[in-house]
């Protein structure tokens, strides 16, 4: 006895010379781009979560829709700063505004605090690929911290000293999709990913950070199977089946 899931996903494989993701926490008094979650204390070496790989895509559909002229939310859901200045560019709405009566293409897509997205994005988790302790358990990347200081004005005087973890090299974003897409949602979606490349990710983008190279993207469909084998093992498998012409339809639509 088992249990399946028949799905579609999106597979995409690229890389970054050098990338600031997320959105720059501080933690322990360091600025942190990624997000450690792993300690590295004992056999196991340390884990990162890349952020901000969900706010990539928002920011390149809206790129998408707007060459096409086509309303959809904003990724903000204010209308106006408090001194009353308008926020929002023509051709987009609050985020969520548009639901549940006119509910736009990235909305259906993406959700907002009114509903589910339909786009499972699988954590992207990564590890060193160069050092002393290795993890598993992630894609190997390069991760290093570049140390830099703040210098007071007109002077070259430290006033702060920061630690900027940067990453190199390439990963492998999943996006699963909870629902069927038409063609012209599947088409969106795929446009907005064919557009990162475009757009800057994570900090720093003026200084030359966050280039994105797309290497392949895959629509894919998989049957995942999971059983209780001899002992309570579980016996976990996985086939998937490239849709190259659903892909191509889908492109073609948008
Ligand atoms: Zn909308």
């Given amino acids: 006895m ?26 322990n008094g360091k600025i942190n781009n990624l997000l450690l979650i792993g300690n590295g204390t004992g056999k196991e070496g ?13 920011h ?17 859901n204010k209308v106006e700063t408090q001194s009353g200045e308008n926020l929002l560019p023509a051709n987009f709405h609050p985020n969520g505004a548009c ?6 293409i990235r909305h259906w897509l993406m959700g907002s605090i009114n509903k589910r997205s339909v786009l499972r994005f699988k954590p992207v988790v990564i590890v060193s690929e160069n050092g002393k302790r290795k993890a598993t358990g992630g894609q190997k990347m390069h991760i290093a911290t570049e140390n830099r200081n703040s210098l007071m004005k007109d002077t070259m005087k430290a006033i702060q000293d920061f630690g900027d973890r940067y990453i190199a090299g390439k990963f492998t974003l999943v996006i699963e999709l909870l629902r069927e897409l038409s063609q012209e949602e599947l088409g969106f979606l795929l446009k907005s990913i064919l557009n990162f490349p475009e757009m800057g990710f994570g900090g ?14 895959a629509l894919q469909e998989v ?8 002992k309570g093992t579980i016996i976990e498998e996985e086939k998937e089946k490239n849709l190259w012409k659903e892909m191509e339809e889908g492109l073609a639509s948008w």
């Avoid at 690229?14 to 926490?25: E, H, S, V, W």
């Avoid at 639901?99 to 736009?104: G, Q």
């Fill in 60 to 76: 390149s559909m809206m790129t998408i829709a707007e060459q096409k002229g086509i309303e959809i939310c904003h990724s903000s």
């Fill in 204 to 217: 720093a983008v003026n200084n030359g950070s966050g280039e994105i190279i797309l290497e392949k993207v």
């Fill in 223 to 230: 049957v995942r199977t999971r059983a209780i084998g001899k």
């Fill in 2 to 27: 088992n249990v399946s899931r028949k799905f579609k996903r999106i597979k995409i494989e690229m890389r970054t010379p050098i990338a600031k993701p997320g959105n720059g926490q501080i933690s």
């Fill in 46 to 58: 340390k884990r990162y979560l890349v952020k901000g790989l969900r706010g990539l895509l928002n």
């Fill in 99 to 104: 639901y549940p009566e006119n509910e736009c």
